[in-house]
């Protein structure tokens, strides 16, 4: 654990703080697939990611999903961490993008830590305004962008954090994280790969234009 927590956190978190997060933490290994953190939760703990990459998804009052953005090696959820701060439950639904494995802080360490190390304060702001900014990335491809360059936009997203041109995902997947239907997701990938940017083959999709 030290090891990675050094790798990912190394280059801002002093030596005392890996140390306390040793001692406080535990590790969590996810699969694809799994939820992490689920709507109406109670957040007890705010993740560290180790390894893998995470997706954040937001529910409207229909029961549709959005996703927000992708979490990385290094990264940690706001959103969490919002709810951590104001002790209440989770406002989003993370699920496992790839195999991850992380390292999940107790809730009442985060105040302290912010007032105890600098470098637990600069990663709790970075992190905010990371994410903020992905926020507005996401409601201005919603205003501004249409579906044909959305998709585009989440593969290439996708093997960003995946590390991987080769997508193990399907068209209703797409569809639920686009907050589109499986048809139109269907029709604009074949234009994607009638332009040369994608290959699609049953139940995955490479990526050729990132």
Same mark, same amino acid.
């Given at each position: ?16 703080? =890996? ?6 933490? /535990? ?26 990459? =995470? ?36 406002? =989003? ?9 992380? =390292? ?47 998709? /585009? ?15 193990? #995902?399907? /068209? ?11 048809? #139109? ?21 490479? #990526?050729?234009?990132?």
């Amino acid at each position: 654990m030290k090891q990675a927590l050094i790798d990912n956190y190394g280059y801002l978190f002093e030596d005392d703080l =890996i140390d306390e997060i040793i001692k406080v933490g /535990h590790s969590n290994s996810v699969d694809q697939g799994d939820v992490v953190i689920d709507y109406d939760q109670p957040v007890r703990y705010m993740p560290l990611l180790l390894d893998g990459a =995470i997706k954040i998804m937001r529910q409207d009052s229909d029961g549709e999903e959005l996703l927000l953005y992708f979490l990385e090696s290094g990264d940690t959820c706001t959103m969490t961490m919002t709810c951590c701060m104001g002790n209440t439950k989770s406002e =989003i639904r993370a699920v496992a993008e790839k195999d991850s494995k992380l =390292i999940m802080i107790p809730v009442e360490n985060m105040a302290t830590w912010i007032q105890k190390y600098k470098g637990w304060m600069s990663f709790v702001f970075d992190s905010y305004s990371n994410r903020f900014t992905e926020m507005l990335e996401a409601i201005d491809s919603l205003a501004f962008s249409n579906m044909h360059d959305r998709i /585009h936009r989440y593969l290439k997203d996708k093997v960003m954090v995946t590390k991987t041109t080769e997508l193990d #995902v399907t /068209h209703q997947e797409i569809a639920n994280d686009l907050h589109s239907s499986r048809v #139109v997701i269907s029709r604009l990938l074949k234009s994607l790969e009638k332009e040369g940017k994608i290959k699609i083959s049953r139940n995955k999709l490479e #990526v050729l234009d990132f």
